[in-house]
């Protein structure tokens, strides 16, 4: 509850900061649907040339689309907002002041800061996965629906872990700006399925930058490539990599030592 | 005038290797994009032979040459001037009694695309080997007829950044704007996938554009694959749109500087 409580006022804080800028929240909303349609152009324009891609059909990859566009957000609307004070706040000193008060230290640094126009990503994503599935015939069972939401969340958790650990570092390596560019350069791999991309490729999108966890394996799961231990393999990852990141960012906690007082 | 170019290289040449760090991260982020684009047409072309006549080592060929060509004409003015414009630091550079972006930004643009290509090398050898590419079709002379393709690529695309840069005068903020060029640039340079592949419309517009000048043209001169009569041609177009955006540059710069009210400085 009292989580709960806290959630909102952040969200007050953040939407209160979107008011401030409302032209620009119009314009970011414009520019993010000119990358939809960019995104439809290019798979219209891939299966001008082809029937399917690797063995997934259009309506499959437009799902595929919609679970990265989740993924996107994730990233776009807590993620890099959070990071950007994060990395501040160690470099002056200010998290002392985040670590003083009685919450828990993890959750205050992963959403004080919001991007609210994002919330729009969660429509339009939503929107991208029903009409993939109904394209590509609907023909998924329940329990292809069940694994493949519970797999979209858990892989948002591994991405999240992957954060923790990423900005947990900077207690080690005091100059360490670009702690989450990796994740945002690799991100843009999230849009095509992973099985179609070369060895060395999967290897870095499925185990050091776990992207095609939070993005691919909940489609397959959805397409029925994926029988009940896999999907319980999965959400067992994503569970491990959780405590792991909370584990590390405790020692980070306990490594700090203040920039300022 | 030569001296003060070589003292500005100097300068951003020393700018640019503080940040080396960021610089290798700009790299990978860079490119993700081609790469993916690269699997996805190699499994089609392997699935099916070969994609409008394209096989698959067309398409490791071509993207690989895009990934050093793009570097070569790529511009980043737009993230060098909009915010001395914002914030009014553009007035120091004013008052100096050279051209601000036909000396500073032109010379920082070099020193990035200089420092970003060395960091390019290696990578692009590593994916040499993993993709195995066939380039016996590259000679000598289909290099050589590239270069100027790839100068004026880069000439045509740094006046055109400058001068979309340069409504920031007017609109204070350009990154809406920015984003939006950028979209037409990936569309119609050839830098998602061949224009071969493109809908009819598209290939009709991109050879009256300036854009294919920056990706798609030198590519297919390198790999020698454009018949000299549209060689001939795509180099005329390049030409007029070189003028035109001289003409575009000129004209806003000196509007925008009468306009200029140095915000926030």
Same mark, same amino acid.
């Given at each position: 509850? $009292?989580?709960?409580?806290? !959630? ?21 909303? /414009? ?6 349609? %960019? ?18 059909? /259009? ?20 993620? %890099? ?15 002392? $002041? ?104 999967? !290897? ?21 490539? !994926?029988?009940?231990? +896999?999907?319980?393999?999965? /959400? ?26 | ?11 951003? %040449? ?11 991260? $700009? ?107 066939? =380039? ?27 001068? !979309? ?14 984003? =939006? ?30 854009? +294919? ?33 001289? =003409? ?18």
């Amino acid at each position: 509850m $009292y989580i709960l409580r806290l !959630l909102s006022a952040f969200f007050k804080v953040n939407v209160q900061m979107m008011l401030a800028y409302r032209a620009d929240t119009i314009v970011n909303i /414009l520019i993010n649907l000119m990358w939809l349609g %960019w995104e439809l152009l290019s798979l219209n324009i891939i299966f001008h040339n082809t029937t399917n891609l690797g063995g997934w059909s /259009l309506g499959e990859l437009i799902a595929l689309l919609g679970v990265f566009r989740l993924v996107n957000m994730l990233v776009a609307g807590l993620i %890099w907002p959070n990071t950007e004070k994060f990395n501040a706040s160690v470099r002056d000193g200010s998290l002392d $002041y985040t670590l003083l008060q009685p919450v828990n230290s993890l959750f205050q640094v992963s959403f004080s800061r919001m991007v609210i126009w994002r919330v729009w990503d969660l429509a339009l994503g939503a929107g991208l996965i029903i009409i993939g599935i109904r394209m590509s015939g609907g023909g998924a069972t329940p329990f292809n629906l069940v694994s493949f939401l519970f797999l979209t969340v858990s892989g948002a958790m591994v991405i999240y872990s992957l954060w923790i650990v990423l900005i947990a570092a900077t207690f080690w390596f005091i100059k360490f700006d670009n702690n989450v560019t990796i994740l945002q350069a690799l991100l843009d791999s999230g849009r095509y399925p992973a099985t179609i991309y070369p060895g060395w490729l999967r !290897l870095i999108v499925t185990f050091v930058v776990p992207i095609a966890l939070a993005t691919t394996v909940p489609l397959q799961a959805l397409r029925g490539d !994926l029988n009940g231990w +896999q999907v319980l393999l999965f /959400l067992g990852v994503s569970g491990a990599s959780f405590l792991v990141a909370s584990r590390v960012w405790k020692a980070g906690i306990k490594k700090y030592s203040g920039a300022s007082s | 005038m030569l001296h003060i170019y070589r003292r500005l290289w100097q300068v951003n %040449w020393a700018e640019q290797w503080q940040y080396r760090a960021n610089l290798l991260m $700009y790299l990978l982020y860079w490119l993700v994009s081609p790469v993916v684009y690269l699997a996805v047409w190699i499994t089609v072309a392997n699935s099916q032979g070969s994609v409008n006549g394209l096989t698959a080592n067309d398409f490791v060929t071509y993207y690989l040459t895009l990934l050093i060509v793009v570097q070569l004409t790529s511009d980043i003015t737009i993230h060098l001037l909009a915010s001395k414009i914002q914030d009014g630091t553009l007035s120091g550079d004013l008052l100096r009694p050279i051209h601000p972006i036909l000396t500073n930004i032109l010379v920082n643009n070099i020193a990035f695309k200089a420092l970003t290509f060395i960091g390019l090398i290696p990578i692009w050898l590593i994916l040499c080997l993993l993709f195995h590419p066939d =380039f016996s079709s590259v000679t000598f002379s289909s290099l050589l007829l590239a270069t100027p393709a790839i100068v004026l690529g880069f000439t045509t695309g740094f006046l055109l950044g400058s001068t !979309l840069t340069c409504l920031a005068f007017w609109t204070t903020r350009v990154y809406a704007i920015g984003e =939006f060029y950028t979209a037409l640039v990936i569309l119609f340079s050839g830098q998602f996938v061949p224009l071969q592949l493109m809908p009819p419309t598209i290939q009709r517009l991109a050879e009256f554009l300036p854009f +294919q000048m920056f990706c798609y043209v030198p590519i297919e001169i390198i790999l020698n694959q454009m018949p000299p009569e549209v060689m001939v041609r795509n180099y005329a177009v390049g030409v007029v749109w070189l003028i035109i955006s001289m =003409f575009l540059f000129n004209w806003v710069w000196r509007e925008g500087v009468k306009r200029f009210s140095a915000v926030g400085a």
